[in-house]
């Protein structure tokens, strides 16, 4: 049963099904709200306040996979710093300014590959360092942060709750694979578990970072009310689970193996979220909405919703089913998915949310 | 011809022929030298002069590899900052300090084995970041780094100079493999590039060290006087060489290929050395003096060359000769040393250098 600490990056390399490659779903959202981020920086932003002497500006992706997404979401704030100490520097006498970026992920993220496809020294006009380890806990020194940032992260939860895959629970899942809030206690569990890691991550970068350092988030929720399984994310990663059925009938895996498996993933409702953020009095919320994703309103094609979930869950799955597993399990998907195609139409939308927090 | 920088990471990974299993040599002189950092740092850093409100205490380790070396050097560099730190504000009132540890190396340098066989998190008393980019240029920011350390690096130079595989250029290396100190010009070529290399490395840390900061290097050189090709060293190196053009006899590379290949490793002589060192005039001198290697005067089994250079070079061999060639050359190796064994006790030695500077 999985009890500790659990880390499962997005799929490594550069190969077809790595995430590099399919990770177009999560730039639409990070490009949807570039001009948010711009906007806000060069309104509210105080490079006096903050330090009138400071000469290195730093920037933490935390969650940063292994790209392209971070290298877009900390250049677009790289250059919006750039513009803003420009014009804060006709009215006060601030030196040059450097900047540096702290590429945060588990530790057995794909460093080298991130390190290998980023832009080369002389295009990057950053140093940049790799920061291993959970964004649940502190990864960085104590105010050594001027604005962190995070994308499609803290829904992966730092594990399963421990009773969710025990039979004698209550909170048994049966043969569900997530948290798909058809089972009230089985989102008790997951609720439990979320607001532990929320309050562990707003903790961290509470003393991460500087104090008027600003805390960007963008990721996807729930809107209050609606359940996942109504949601096609939720619909998907619950076909997942009946092609991991079918592949027990066949004897490739086991009902009982399937039983001790659920992703360590939880989707808060939105004012499940704010209601976290606002226990955590070291911030004041300068901004929460929901966003428009480019690609929530059109039909989704079915290769494109494989690979994007080949790319996010082949290591969980991988490392729970064995490696034999993956092809097969991504294979019988897609079959699933042109039999009986997500109707997009009836299912009910996630939310995309933006948040940006000052430190206080 | 290579022309342009070159990076040849030690051998990454963890199996037999991993730099992580065959760097006992340069371990041997990291803990040689271990009681002269702790005393010198005890003596002589000024905690309070550095920055009376420090909270973070950063070093950085500048072509760090993939460990372990690394972790012990710096452990033992932040075990005695946390000793002096204790002592000193018994005195005066210092903050809690936070350790930050900065591991360089080249950007293809294997950083994810580095970050999975480090001590974990519970067991670190310091955050980690791994910083890729070649030590010659600017890796970190300004005035963020202060203590620095190097440990058997700075022999690898930034490239080859370029005419040296160049038939037509009095500088040409001939069939040898490195510069051996046999051909006037070739080490005359290898010799400017030392000096340009070394001038980027100083003015680099300069920039990267806080006043009062110290760069602690340890490496080996020559001693005035003394040829690579008459160290035990410098022979081995000559007998790859020679391997080399047994396969070429036998048709499994050619001699074009190998006159195009060389080393980029020159190991200056003392003097030379202190005199690059000198012409900065960022630093002074705190020591700069030789040190004992405790296997230096062992006679060293084949087996323990042949796994030490293997780690060391293969790499930059795969990289000429492509990934077939590699067994086959330390097989050959291996067995030409047990032909004809090196016999230390005619050999010049060479010797190891233990360098401390302070930022003015």
Chains 1, 2 share one sequence.
């Not at 604005?147 to 594990?159: C, D, F």
């Not at 929320?198 to 990721?219: C, D, N, S, T």
């Amino acid at each position: 049963m999985p009890t500790s600490s659990q880390s499962y990056p997005m799929s490594g390399g550069d190969d077809q099904h790595s995430y590099i490659h399919n990770s177009s779903y999560q730039k639409a959202g990070i490009d949807g709200v570039e001009e948010k981020t711009r906007q806000y920086i060069l309104e509210n932003l105080d490079l006096m306040n903050l330090n009138p002497n400071l000469s290195t500006f730093t920037i933490a992706d935390f969650g940063c996979s292994i790209g392209p997404n971070t290298f877009h979401a900390v250049q677009n704030i790289i250059d919006t710093v750039k513009l803003k100490h420009l014009k804060e520097n006709q009215e006060n006498c601030l030196g040059p300014l450097e900047f540096q970026v702290c590429f945060n992920d588990q530790r057995n993220n794909d460093f080298n590959t991130l390190f290998r496809t980023q832009p080369s020294s002389s295009e990057r006009e950053y140093f940049s360092v790799g920061v291993p380890g959970s964004f649940y806990g502190r990864v960085l020194p104590r105010n050594s942060v001027h604005i962190g940032h995070t994308s499609y992260t803290t829904h992966w939860l730092s594990k399963v709750p421990d009773n969710v895959c025990d039979k004698n629970s209550p909170a048994w899942n049966k043969n569900y694979i997530q948290c798909n809030d058809l089972i009230e206690e089985v989102t008790n569990a997951y609720k439990v578990q979320f607001k532990k890691d929320m309050k562990g991550f707003l903790e961290a970068r509470a003393e991460e970072l500087v104090p008027g350092g600003l805390m960007i988030a963008l990721g996807q929720c729930l809107p209050d009310g609606v359940g996942l399984y109504e949601t096609w994310q939720g619909i998907v990663k619950d076909i997942i689970g009946d092609c991991l059925m079918d592949m027990a009938k066949s004897g490739v895996t086991t009902e009982e193996k399937i039983e001790l498996f659920n992703l360590p993933m939880y989707f808060p409702q939105f004012s499940e979220l704010k209601e976290e953020i606002e226990q955590n009095g070291s911030f004041t919320i300068e901004m929460m909405e929901t966003v428009s994703h480019s690609l929530e309103t059109m039909q989704l094609t079915n290769d494109f919703i494989t690979s994007m979930y080949r790319a996010i869950l082949s290591t969980v799955v991988e490392e729970h089913f064995g490696a034999d597993v993956v092809d097969e399990l991504f294979d019988r998907l897609a079959k699933k998915l042109s039999k009986h195609p997500i109707d997009f139409e009836i299912c009910k939308k996630q939310m995309v949310y933006y948040i940006v927090l000052k430190r206080k």
